[in-house]
């Protein structure tokens, strides 16, 4: 599998400098369509550095920290958690791990407000994003998704077709856009959320190897 790391070595003011090209990926789609599921395979496959908003979300409301607190007044109703707490975790996992071959995002950017401080982050490391790849599935796909995870996933959130609604909604109004932003730097790819975890895995593995 063919992949794109590569390094530059420079000599400035007689100094060896070493910049390493990272690549950033954005696993876009909407709640339930496999983001979670093929963003393990895909670090292992890539290497890269997984950060789900959503999971340290459920990190900081299981140890109950104040961000957890204030976080789960959001996410128990299917809303978004307001961006000043979002980007500022976001923001902070990312400078804590300096050294890596890039990222993927996952459930991280889910507003335009949002993909414009990601592109920022990701510039003062002399990165971007690389790719936004969505995985396409229908609402009532996605329903019957959640509600069959729920049996399992012990999610708040993924137990009340209502709230799963709610999250599709919000989805559509204002995470959809961000598609859009992506689209406009011809970064984006639409890839059929539907078939085998390999089959999808596969899919987006052709998209990331083209990149
Ligand atoms: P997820 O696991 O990605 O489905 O996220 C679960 C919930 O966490 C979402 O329904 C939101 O309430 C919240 N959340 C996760 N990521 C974000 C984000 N980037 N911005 C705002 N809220 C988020």
Redesign the pocket.
Known sequence: MFFRTFAVVLIVNRKIKVLIYMINLVLFGP?GSGKGTQAEKLVEAYDLLHI???DL?RFNMKNDTPLGQEAKR??TK????PDSV?INMLKARVEETPDVKGYIFD????NIN?SEHLDKILAERGGQVDGLLMLDVEEKEIVARILNRGKTSGRA?DNDEEIIRN?FQVYQNETSPVFDYYDKQEKSHKIDGIGSIDDIFARLSDVIDSL
């Open positions: 709640p789900s908003t959503g979300f959001y996410i299917g809303e978004l958690v979002t459930g991280f950017p889910r949002q959130d999250r």
